[in-house]
């Protein structure tokens, strides 16, 4: 994961960017020639993220400092847009008999039939990462501020992915995670689950293999049995599991690509041992990253008897990526809620936010028209440095439409107005200058070479 932190010495950082900007445009390139754009950032205007009538701020908090346990590395969704229920029609009532009498009855006057309306469809779980700890559930009342009030319907956490101890359930600020969820009806705990230890351990794949296999013949059924009679026992029998997120990837031990064959059987073994604890009604979120990664990630889809999910983290990267690539490309967005609706499932957006295009208030606006035209069951930004808003002031720009879309009362208006954010330009590499220089800049510099 790609650490930002703001530089407080404002004065070396402008002598090293001087630097940096004197060799780009002086030193010879007998080669190629370099062309240096910038990447817009937020406007001087625009003001802090965390500002609020009532003087609400968050601590600014880069990705070692917001990050979960296991979290996946961001190089790294929507309930299906199912057409509606017919609207039932109400029996007509058998006609009258006519009068006896030698003229014939007259018609009786038409009268419109009545039909009942479709119930409205339930509004998505609203909620944002802030932190795995008891301090994401402190700033979840923050962040509601911050939005003018807005309530927070999920709250987001991980278990750390270290040993099997953890996995089973035993950091104790679950127990406060359960208590906010208990607080208020209609609310939602998401909790990251790894399916193996030493989760970040760059476990080679032989290795990854052979602990899949033996998953899959049931040698880690009693880990997951204490883990589903603790969260049962907290009271939280419902939760969203998202085992083995990021599967398609190369990040975690509970990758999929080693064995996709073992990896199903063992998925589906870990659904059907939680939900097999007497009391528990967990809902199971099967979540790929999005793309192709390092193996399609249909190739790991362990079955319809034991997922409720379809999610996706999606990020805005790679680098120049648009948004309509992130719709069309293959096991992209489109494909995600295609799938879901193929079988029958709901979608979520467990993880998504900014990244590799910087700043990109285009993306923020796109994904959230992506989620209004497919309402997800639930999402939740990852909301620190360098893919958040709330808690990441150098993406002010992306945090103004943000903010916008999702305050109390809010909503992006029907038509964008105003100037179309520009593309990010392509096959180049943004030089970071860090957030003071940056805005003062305009943007971030953006080189390439043209051979």
């Known amino acids: 994961m790609t650490k930002e932190r703001f530089r407080r010495d404002r004065k070396r950082l402008a002598i090293g960017a001087a630097g940096i900007l004197g060799v780009l445009a002086f030193a010879p390139a007998p080669v190629g020639a370099v062309t240096i754009a910038t990447v817009p950032v937020a406007a ?9 009538n009532d003087g609400e701020s968050p601590r600014v908090r880069g990705a070692e400092d917001g990050a ?3 979290r996946p590395a961001a190089d790294p969704s929507p309930l299906p847009a199912f057409p509606p229920f017919p609207s039932p029609t109400l029996p007509r009532p058998a006609p009258s008999p006519p009068a006896a009498s030698t003229a014939p009855a007259p018609s009786p006057a038409p009268t419109a039939t009545p039909t009942a309306s479709p119930a409205p469809a339930p509004a998505p779980g609203f909620g944002a990462y802030l932190h795995y700890s008891p301090r994401g559930i402190t700033d979840m009342a923050a962040f509601s501020r911050w939005l003018g009030g807005r309530e927070v319907t999920v709250g987001h956490t991980y278990l750390p992915g270290d040993v099997w101890q953890n996995i089973e359930g035993a950091p104790a600020w679950l127990a406060d995670w359960a208590a906010w969820y208990k607080a208020e009806p209609g609310r939602t705990l998401v909790l990251n689950v790894p399916m193996l230890e030493r989760t970040e351990a760059r476990v080679p794949d032989a290795m990854v293999a052979r602990e899949l296999r033996r998953g899959a013949a049931g040698a ?3 880990h997951f049995e204490r883990l589903a009679r603790r969260l049962v026992g907290l009271g939280v029998k419902d939760a969203v599991l998202v085992v083995g ?10 990758r999929c690509g080693p064995d ?3 990896w199903r059987t063992y998925w589906a073994r870990i659904a059907r041992v939680m939900n097999g604890v007497e009391g528990a009604g967990f809902r199971f979120d099967f979540t790929p990253t999005r793309g192709r990664d390092a193996t399609p990630w249909t190739e790991c889809y362990p079955g319809d008897d034991v997922v409720d999910i379809v999610g996706m983290d999606s990020y805005d990267q790679p680098y120049g990526t648009d948004f309509d690539r992130q719709i069309s490309e293959p096991y992209g967005l489109q494909a995600q809620v295609d799938f879901a609706a193929k079988h029958g499932k709901a979608i ?3 993880e998504w936010g900014l990244f590799k295009n910087g700043d990109n208030a285009e993306y923020m606006r796109r994904m959230i028209r992506w989620m209004d035209a ?4 639930y999402q939740t930004i990852s909301d620190y440095c360098p893919h958040g808003v709330w808690q990441c002031r150098m993406n002010q720009r992306a945090t103004a439409v943000y903010r916008q879309a999702f305050k109390a009362g809010g909503g992006l208006p029907a038509e964008d107005a105003g100037e179309k954010e520009q593309a990010p330009m392509r096959d180049c590499r943004p030089v970071r200058l860090g957030g003071w220089l940056e805005e003062r800049l305009g943007g971030r510099l953006c080189v390439r070479f043209n051979w």
């Open 374 to 377: 497919h309402p997800p069951l």
């Open 260 to 262: 996709p064959r073992a």
């Open 348 to 350: 979520s957006y467990p």
């Open 44 to 52: 001087l205007s625009a003001g802090e993220p965390g500002d609020t």
């Open 68 to 70: 979960p346990p296991g």
């Open 245 to 254: 997120w990021e599967m398609n990837g190369t990040t975690y031990t509970h």
């Open 220 to 222: 880690y059924d009693g």
